[in-house]
């Protein structure tokens, strides 16, 4: 099986600009979840979509949003970026709600300037 | 408070030793615990899960809970310099009505020959 595959892998982009990054899930993975890692808060929770719903938020703000569509695949958004959002940004996949194991992807390393 | 603290390390042991990683979380109703190994520059991946009280062996691996102290680790055995990396704590827990994994920042563990 495939596994977790995202894109872009490197991104640049400008302050203000917005962004979207792509996550297809391991075939059969109806959850994913979004993680934002940096090397001083680590990797921190984003959201979570199972059944194309997100069923759970981390603490970041409203710029950050994401969706998924009916194959499973999700896409999150960052709008009006900031030089803070320079991050490895990792999506992680698991077969239902509950499922004790992700699968993470090899992320999207983004650099704001 | 944080609510997964590791030290950060780095953590440096020789060849052959064991390497003793260490965890405490602060939600008392977590119920599940992994560890994560994420080589540099890779994304993290799962080495150890472990639920119940006490210890659970897999090969080199043994991971330790104490729930009443809110404490896991991660015994490596017989460590190798292919286990320097980062070791990442993992408590999951139940929020809205999905999932979240919340990490501590790792551990760096540097196996020297």
């Known amino acids: 099986k495939a596994g977790v595959t995202q894109t872009p892998r490197y991104l640049i982009k400008t302050r203000g600009q917005q962004v979207t990054l792509s996550c297809s899930p391991i075939?059969?993975?109806?959850?994913v979840s979004w993680y934002q890692q940096t090397p001083g808060q680590g990797l921190q929770f984003l959201f979570e979509?199972?059944?194309?719903?997100?069923?759970n938020k981390g603490n970041f703000p409203g710029r950050f949003s994401g969706r998924q569509f009916s194959n499973s695949r999700s896409e999150m958004n960052v709008s009006t970026l900031e030089l803070g959002d320079s991050a490895l940004y990792l999506c992680?996949?698991?077969?239902?709600?509950?499922?004790?194991?992700?699968?993470f992807g090899p992320g999207t390393r983004l650099l704001v300037l | 408070q944080k609510e997964v603290e590791q030290n950060s390390g780095p953590l440096s042991v020789p060849e052959g030793a064991i390497a003793s990683l260490n965890c405490t979380y602060s939600?008392?109703?977590?119920?599940?615990f992994f560890w994560y190994r994420q080589y540099s520059g890779k994304s993290p991946e799962l080495i150890m899960s472990?639920?119940?009280?006490g210890d659970k062996e897999d090969g080199r691996f043994t991971a330790q809970l104490n729930k009443a102290s809110q404490y896991v680790s991660l015994l490596i055995r017989d460590s190798q310099p292919s286990d320097s990396a980062t070791y990442l704590c993992?408590?999951?827990?139940?929020?809205?009505?999905?999932?979240?994994?919340?990490f501590g920042k790792g551990t760096s563990l540097l196996v020297t020959p």
């Open positions: 939600d008392r109703v977590s119920q599940s």
């Open positions: 979509y199972f059944s194309e719903t997100q069923r």
């Open positions: 992680a996949s698991s077969p239902g709600q509950g499922y004790e194991t992700q699968y």
């Open positions: 993992a408590v999951k827990r139940l929020a809205n009505s999905g999932y979240a994994l919340n």
């Open positions: 472990i639920y119940s009280n």
């Open positions: 075939s059969g993975h109806r959850s």
